[in-house]
C-alpha cells in the first residue's frame, strides 16, 4: 500500500507565507515526477506546480515568482513553499507522485489535500 501525506496547510494573511509537505510512504521502488495541485470549490483541478525526479521545475503562470517546489529523494518527500500568499490563491491542495511499486507496476497517486486560506 502507498500514501501521500500532506501536511502545512492552514489559515495566513495576505502577503504571508506556508511551507506544505507531501511525504509518500509504503511499498516504493522508485517516484518520477511529483506535483501539487489545488481546486477550489466548483473549479477544476489546476496544477500549480511539479518537479522530476531529476530536479527540473515547472510553473503555473499564476504562482511564478512567488511559489517554490522541491523535494528530498531520501525522504520521498515534497515541499511547496509558498510566499505573498494572495486571497486568490486559496484551494484545497493536492499532492501527486507518479512512482513504481516493488512488483514493477508504474502508479499515480493523490494525497488526500489540505486547505489554505488567504484572508485578513
Known amino acids: 500500500q502507498v500514501q501521500l501525506v500532506e501536511s502545512g496547510g492552514g489559515l495566513v494573511q495576505p502577503g504571508g507565507s506556508l511551507r506544505l509537505s507531501c511525504a509518500a510512504s509504503g511499498s516504493i521502488f522508485r517516484i518520477g515526477a511529483m506535483g501539487w495541485y489545488r481546486q477550489d470549490p466548483g473549479k477544476q483541478r489546476e496544477v500549480v506546480a511539479s518537479?522530476?525526479?531529476?530536479?527540473?521545475?515547472s510553473y503555473s503562470d499564476s504562482v511564478k515568482g512567488r511559489f517554490t517546489i522541491s523535494r528530498d529523494n531520501a525522504k520521498n518527500t515534497v515541499y511547496l513553499q509558498m510566499n505573498n500568499l494572495k486571497p486568490e490563491d486559496t484551494a484545497v491542495y493536492y499532492c501527486n507522485a507518479d512512482l513504481w511499486r516493488w512488483t514493477g507496476v508504474r502508479q499515480n497517486y493523490w494525497g488526500q489535500g489540505t486547505q489554505v486560506t488567504v484572508s485578513s
Open positions: 518537479i522530476t525526479s531529476g530536479g527540473s521545475t
